[in-house]
């Protein structure tokens, strides 16, 4: 079956979607998105979409962030993605990808009165940092601050912020970039939430330090919590604190749990996977198939 796409309120081959080369959102970023994961279950025949609901609730508050109002609420959104799922046929683990854009044809740097429009196309997606073991830099670039754009907000204009530490960090023979706050403590990854495990405890970065607070975050605090009786802290973090840190990890809907065991030519930990990075890593794996009623909220199953 061929891909198919949501696009401009119906459904379509995608060789079929086009976008005007005068699309505001093509030239400010004037958009925001979503990546959300539907992981195959072979034994039972069918995808799990994890947490759904939630990657739509940020979707909106992103519109609301940006004057983009869209005709859908959070269900008819779910609703619309299990349709095109059943199009396109998948069989194997995917990547939903929601984008509400301005999508009129339009010169001018503003979000008020512009027209907008929601797509969404689903594709497959391995390991988005193609290793299992994650050597970073600290970014020269800081994470954009609230003032600048809302960093709460999964925004398309933010992820040049992102492109740009990226970028950087692979050139300089890293896998990934660790973005400080404009104030100089730990914000995140390029395109990930951070952890350090010190002295038995998750430590984290908070909402003001400028994150996108993410769905496997939280999902990851509340497992720790619940299967491993291990706590986690929500408070700033030193770029030293985490040179010194027991373990540390990246978490994120396309990276799911990265062992970090190296930063800026500085080994963390023992250098390899920590017993707790590595006990998250192996209950959430498990969890986000489908297979653990306990989390049965967090779940929408689809067959083909
Ligand atoms: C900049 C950034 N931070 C953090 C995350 C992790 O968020 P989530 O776990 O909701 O995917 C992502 C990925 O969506 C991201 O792009």
Redesign the pocket.
Same mark, same amino acid.
């Given at each position: 079956m061929p891909p198919y796409v949501f696009f401009e309120k119906q459904f379509m081959p995608l060789e079929n979607a086009k976008i005007g080369v005068l699309t505001h959102a093509l030239h400010y970023g004037t958009a925001c998105f979503e990546?959300i994961r539907g992981n195959w279950d072979s034994e039972q025949n069918r995808i799990c979409i994890f947490r759904i609901q939630d990657?739509y609730k &940020?979707l909106l508050n992103g519109c609301r962030l940006l004057k983009i109002e869209l005709p859908y609420s959070i269900d008819d959104l779910c609703q619309l993605t299990i349709e095109l799922l059943n199009k396109s046929g998948f069989n194997e683990d995917v990547y939903i990808r929601p984008l509400a854009y301005k999508s009129s044809q339009s010169i001018g740097v503003r979000l008020h009165g512009l027209e907008n429009e929601l797509l969404i196309v689903a594709t497959t997606l391995g390991s988005y940092l193609g290793k299992d073991r994650v050597r970073c830099c600290t970014s020269s670039w800081r994470r954009v601050d609230d003032t600048m754009i809302p960093a709460r907000g999964?925004i398309s204009g933010i992820y040049v912020n992102?492109a740009l530490a990226k970028t950087e960090a692979e050139e300089n023979g890293f896998d990934e970039a660790i973005l400080l706050s404009s104030n100089g403590h730990v914000s /995140?990854?390029?395109? /990930?939430?951070i952890f350090a495990v010190i002295d038995g405890t998750l430590i984290t970065p908070p909402s003001p330090d400028n994150?996108?607070i993410?769905? @496997? &975050?939280n999902s990851v605090i509340e497992l720790a919590k619940k299967e491993l009786g291990v706590d986690t802290i929500e408070r700033s973090i030193d770029r030293s604190e985490l040179y010194l840190a027991d373990e540390c990890f990246f978490?994120? @809907?396309?990276t799911h749990i990265a062992p970090i065991i190296e930063i800026d030519n500085r080994t963390i930990g023992t250098g390899d996977i920590g017993k707790i990075t590595g006990d998250l890593q192996k209950l959430y794996n498990k969890v986000i198939k489908g297979s653990n009623p306990k989390y049965n909220k967090w779940y929408t199953f689809f067959s083909p």
């Open positions: 990546g990657h &940020r999964k992102s /995140e990854g390029s395109g /990930e939430n994150i996108l993410g769905i @496997t &975050r978490t994120g @809907t396309a």
